[in-house]
């Protein structure tokens, strides 16, 4: 050893401190255990404070909660909600450290309570509050899969964030005022780690054969001796015996039976505490802005082998009729025929058929459609069916939801006057019906004017009351709107609504996969700002063929991922045949519901203020200006709710 | 009805056939089953072939399989490995349809045979193959953590693909010849599903105190009544009767006893191919290119909770040390200490410890870092230190192995004289010392020359002999490397070695995550073209700090994600203590075994030829111009095979 070397090289020196290993240490801190023996060798969850195996912390429901997700600090959820309107927030949870022996960082039990006001009204969970699981689609986090409740387990991956989506739906009775729940997360041992407690398969068996056989001793004792029977009685104790203090027994020998380490976890958990306002305005039953959902009735019939027609296809399109109608969306079934004609129906039955009636007569519906031919040919109704049609509908107070959709984007004079023959036909049996037509373009082939595509109703008047226009063809040229608006005819009862689907693009407001959340909510702020009446949407349940219920879901080709599918079929997911929804469905729900504040807005400050407030408070200012943020939401129901509270 | 209508306007349209509903269809021919009700309704694994139900294909070992990752055909897998090599392979499995009822698409078994030759010769599944789950880090596909062999299970979940590593490690005395086996995968219920077969615990319970009961009746019979004897025994009998009868031993009632579902499967799986081809050439036992890979200490202390020079220490250093050498590299121990000072030591025990001599002599160590003041310091032992240490060596064998590792990329005329200082002090012992130092540069505040880092080793001389130079500083400039070897005394021992380490970015070799497959073997392929006869890495545990075994793993703050790690902690996976490899680590592994190929060939064809083939088979040509898929490697492998063999 060199004498001239200074003694601190003698040191070994230390990582992250002086030099080196870049940034050693600097997550340092996320692990604060009281007691780190606890967390040497083998972790038992049941011994362990939950916040020391896992981060848990909220999120807002525009958030897209992949397994990246980084944790933040856990703080209490305070929600607001009108009555009859959802809510929702995202739970999200990443293992800090691995506790299982398998191949899962570990399991955590979730919970949660129901929501209770000072007064002892509740939101019950499992009824108003519900719990679903949000699963990747395309490695984006898009299904949100029921899980149960009150109580269920999931499992965590090491490094991957999972997510609990929590909705709650308040009824329009609902008192207001504040509510308080918990939604607990306990750190908890895999099932596998519990088998111990279980017999298994063989061990029963060689249990039931002994006790067939003390049975098969004892039981034969008429007219045997008392001798004999005191024999047989002795060995069938000592069977009994042995079987009673084998191992499979074992925890039961103490008197006070094997300790219940569910009631143990209570003071070990991770309580997030929820807070919800309840305020008095009570959203419209019918909602204010119809927004028309297609349905195929091709991919029901061939996903779950249903064939046109029969009872089960009956059934299979009523439940997702009453399924998507909790969306505040009003479905029409559709197929697709030559050169985009389509055949639209909401009731799969006849308009005399009672089911008819109870569909369209729904408050929850803003808007049906009435098919132009027969869905279900069958001979000699089809003679004369629209105007028997028109006819008995004209006569239900529910007429005014009816519309007619008789081409899907009509490209040429040959499709225009496709339509214009079809609705002459209507009108002459009811003048006052109204037809709608979806439209990019005038037809190629005899442009109507440079502005081809503002020209249409023009070009289409009398026959066509709904000029249904892409949003794609407006782009980021809001002052487009002013043109097209300038040729509808209100007072001729003539309406504006506007549809997306493969386009508008990224940044632009639409539903497809990969988007933010809030670029998925502000398709229904856009139809808010424009002014649209109303709005469609080609497709909710339109993935590639298949033929088998639990296929796994794949898109079509040629679309961008997630257009034309809103919901998946449950099969996919576990044993339910409850559709599944997408996040971009809830989306679409929270754009209606935010309609509905923006229009009571309105009505007390007038619309001016009503589209000031998006601008005033950040939220959507254009196709390509809107919030990437949650709080601007927030900020603008809680305008609303503190400027238009009784 | 308007008479004029066409009759095809009244026939329900079909999407995807007549217009709409863009490429519907296209993925149709998926499932073709041949009993399509064996898929409707509740799917039982154990009656419908497992083609029908899962999707099972082969992917070379450079393809990073993620969840997103798209089937392909089933195709027999035809490998070739000399002896003393390992070779892989990774089997992707995705699910067609969901057959679980819970959470998850559904569970596979997955079981692999031995290997076996027609002259009876084995590579036994555990022993030479071996099997591994990739599991995603940071949502790349990286960790193979290992599963139960022969038979083990795995949960698809609904649209991802899931993939298991398959290796085989050819002992270097196996016979050549052909080896065949076969991969099996058969869907299967979940254990949960299985679950009824087991009693709970509430059951048991229940059961255990009727058996109580029965027991305290018949017990004590000594001095009753026969009458009361007999009582006593039809009350027992009724209530085995009554437990025997009961539904958790329902199971049993049939004489026959329940169907053994897992021998019926044996039918349905699906088998795939495995053929292996061992040819004569035997990798050399020491591998020709020294990799001397660092493993930080002071994680392994932290992590472990291991006191520097407790006995844990030396075992957790020992079992690293171990555990990697089967990489064929040589690893050292390090800490870094101010201004990038490291002690560096493959053995953490002095050199007259016997540990230090088993170390040292290891065959598959190539190279081993002699540590310039003593790790774990310890009184008088500090005193001489150095001097003792190095006699010792000297006198071994292996002491051509040893190399002094002082200063990591020194950068101005201070360190460069540390360096220097330490040098000689180390030469006065040794004069045939290796020193190395790592450099990307000159001294900044005393520039050499317009080429400061070229002439690094005319300024260090003598006091280096192993010039590792940065491939950051290389680039693309591959005429560079003829200037730094110009420099380069190999007549007086020195050598020229390289490394990589947060450079050089995409699209260049290195082992960062989310670069490809490779492109992280490619490492070596560089190395082989560029000349140098030595590789060195800084770090492979060096995962931000955390002081519990399972913590989640997290990279430091300021490198790319998987610099400094190529292997991670087993217990954040499931219980075991072993490592789990990275993809990444298995890549430098299959560069160092081209480089024994491309060894071999260019000792039969000279080194021209060795390098030749590179381009010739459109492997590797330059750092930004290498092979992106794997054929050119399998190529390159076959061309030496057929050309080399005996």
């Known amino acids: 050893m060199n004498n001239s070397e200074s003694p601190q090289d003698m040191v070994p020196p230390v990582e992250g401190v002086a030099g080196g290993g870049t940034a050693y240490g600097w997550g340092d801190g996320s692990l604060q255990v009281q007691d780190q023996s606890l967390l040497r060798g083998t972790i038992d969850p049941t011994r362990v404070p939950t916040s020391e195996l896992i981060h848990v912390w909220s999120m807002p429901n525009t958030a897209n909660v992949g397994p990246q997700e980084m944790p933040r600090p856990l703080e209490p959820v305070s929600l607001l909600a009108a009555r009859n309107e959802r809510e929702s927030i995202q739970i999200a949870i990443r293992p800090k450290v691995s506790w299982s022996g398998t191949n899962i960082a570990g399991v955590v039990q ?34 949100l899969v029921p ?29 207001p005022g504040q509510y308080d729940g918990e939604f607990i997360v306990t750190a908890t041992k895999a099932d596998a780690e519990y088998a111990a407690q279980f017999l298994g398969k063989s061990e029963k068996h060689q249990l039931y054969r002994e006790l067939k056989n003390c049975l098969d001793v004892i039981e034969p004792i008429d007219g045997k001796t008392v001798e004999e029977v005191v024999e047989r009685v002795k060995s069938a104790n000592t069977t009994l015996r042995r079987v009673l203090l084998s191992p499979s027994f074992s925890e039961f020998f103490s008197e006070n039976g094997p300790l219940d380490m569910m009631d143990e976890d209570a003071n070990l958990s991770i309580h997030v505490k929820l807070s919800l306002t309840v305020w008095d305005f009570v959203l419209p039953e019918t909602p204010s802005l119809p927004a028309v959902i297609g349905i195929s009735d091709t991919v029901i019939e061939d996903r779950f082998g249903v064939k046109h027609g029969s009872a089960e296809w009956y059934d299979a399109l009523e439940q997702h009729f009453k399924w998507l109608l909790q969306y505040k969306i009003s479905p029409y079934f559709c197929k697709w025929g030559n050169s985009m004609r389509v055949l639209t129906y909401t009731s799969p039955w006849p308009a005399d058929h009672p089911k008819s009636d109870e569909f369209f007569s729904d408050p929850r519906l803003a808007a049906y459609a009435v098919p132009y031919s027969p869905v279900v040919p069958c001979g000699d109704l089809t003679k004369d069916y629209l105007q028997k049609e028109v006819e008995i509908l004209r006569s239900k107070s529910h007429w005014k939801k009816a519309y007619f959709y008789l081409w899907d984007e009509p490209l040429n ?15 002459a049996y009811a003048p006052d019906a109204r037809v709608l037509t979806t439209y990019y373009s005038g037809p190629s082939d005899a442009p109507l004017a440079p502005d081809n595509f503002l020209k249409v109703p023009g070009y289409l008047r009398p026959h066509t009351q709904i000029y249904c226009t892409s949003e794609w063809v407006i782009g980021n040229r809001e002052e487009m709107v002013k043109d097209i608006l300038a040729e509808i005819q209100p007072e001729n009862n ?16 639409n539903w497809h996969l990969g988007m933010r959340g809030t670029q998925h909510r502000a398709v229904m702020w856009r139809v808010w700002k424009e002014g649209g009446t109303g709005f469609l949407y080609w497709g909710a349940n339109c993935y590639d063929k298949a033929t088998v219920a639990s296929a796994e879901i794949k898109f079509r080709r040629g679309l961008p991922p997630g257009d034309g599918v809103l919901f998946y079929p449950g099969e996919v997911f576990s044993s339910s045949h409850e559709p599944v929804a997408s996040l971009r469905l809830e989306r679409l729900l929270s754009g209606l519901q935010d309609i509905e504040y923006l229009k009571l807005y309105s009505s007390r400050y007038g619309r001016e203020e009503g589209v000031g407030i998006l601008e005033k408070t950040g939220m959507y200012l254009g196709p390509e200006r809107y919030t990437l943020e949650h709080t601007p939401i927030d900020m603008m129901r809680g305008e609303i709710f503190r400027t238009c509270r009784s």
């Open 147 to 175: 899980i149960e409740m009150p109580i269920s387990q999931i499992n965590l991956l090491p490094g991957e964030t999972s997510a609990i989506w929590i909705s709650i739906d308040v009824p329009s009775t609902q008192p």
């Open 110 to 143: 979730i919970q949660c309570t129901d929501l209770c006001s000072t007064s002892g009204d509740r939101l019950v969970i499992g009824q108003s509050v519900t719990l679903r699981r949000v699963v990747p689609i395309l490695g984006v986090p898009d299904a």
């Open 413 to 427: 004079v040959q499709q225009y006057d496709a339509i214009r023959h079809q609705a002459s036909e209507i009108h």
């Open 494 to 509: 003539e309406e504006w609504w506007t549809y997306v689907c493969m386009g508008p693009p990224d940044p632009h407001p």
